[in-house]
């Protein structure tokens, strides 16, 4: 099946900064979610992106499907932005997404 | 907006105990998913199902079983609940092809 590899695993950052996390996927894929997972435990969908580049307020995220990778961006962190993001890949049969083991994030202020 | 609810946000059984999750969503989507979460391990999938009545195993079956009699609703069922499956359990919904919809999760405890 697809493999999927976040990094970093883990990153602090100081409340304003800026930050880059990455997702490379194994094997071609039908498409490449975003997911914010809050204290709570609830995963909240940022974005659906098979490829190119979206941008949602201060985030945005760039999907490459043929070098296999996407890029989530951060700009001017928040502490509300703390929490575990995941990427997760779709296979191309459309029905089951393989998730990364997640980068969690710590913004102070 | 898409809602998808599950049953309880906590619960504590015991082994050995007959336990079931509940998901429901409003939304008519065709698919729904149970995964459940554990440090270190991410999200699996332990079952999906893309209609009424059908099934599908995802990485980690064993040990459940799931039930869809109505499309708003997908139920795990563990027969008879042991502690290695004490986790934290989400529900997610979909159209075929499209963005996953996720519950609240419900963080069970298995004594």
């Known amino acids: 099946g697809i493999q999927v590899e976040q990094s970093p695993p883990d990153l602090i950052l100081q409340e304003g900064a800026n930050s880059t996390l990455r997702c490379n996927f194994s094997d071609s894929v039908n498409n490449l979610q975003w997911f914010h997972q809050n204290p709570w435990g609830q995963l909240i969908n940022l974005f659906y992106?098979?490829?190119g580049t979206k941008q949602n307020g201060r985030l945005s995220a760039t999907t490459v499907a043929t070098e296999r990778y996407s890029l989530l961006y951060i700009s001017s962190s928040q502490t509300t932005d703390s929490g575990v993001y995941f990427c997760?890949?779709?296979?191309?049969?459309?029905?089951?997404?393989?998730f990364g083991g997640g980068t969690r994030l710590m913004v102070k202020p | 907006d898409v809602k998808v609810t599950q049953s309880s946000r906590y619960l504590v059984k015991r082994t050995g105990e007959k336990v079931f999750l509940e998901c429901v969503q409003d939304m008519d989507h065709e698919n729904m998913f149970w995964y459940r979460q554990d440090p270190g391990l991410g999200l699996r999938l332990i079952y999906f199902?893309?209609?009424?009545?059908?099934?599908e195993k995802g990485d980690i079956p064993e040990g459940y079983s799931v039930s869809r009699e109505k499309k708003e609703r997908f139920s795990l069922i563990l027969e008879s609940a042991s502690t290695n499956q004490t986790s934290m359990y989400l529900c997610a919904s979909s159209l075929r092809g499209d963005t996953q919809y996720f519950g609240p999760g419900t963080r069970l405890t298995v004594l």
């Open positions: 997760a890949a779709l296979n191309n049969a459309g029905n089951m997404l393989t």
């Open positions: 199902s893309y209609d009424v009545k059908m099934k």
């Open positions: 992106i098979p490829s």
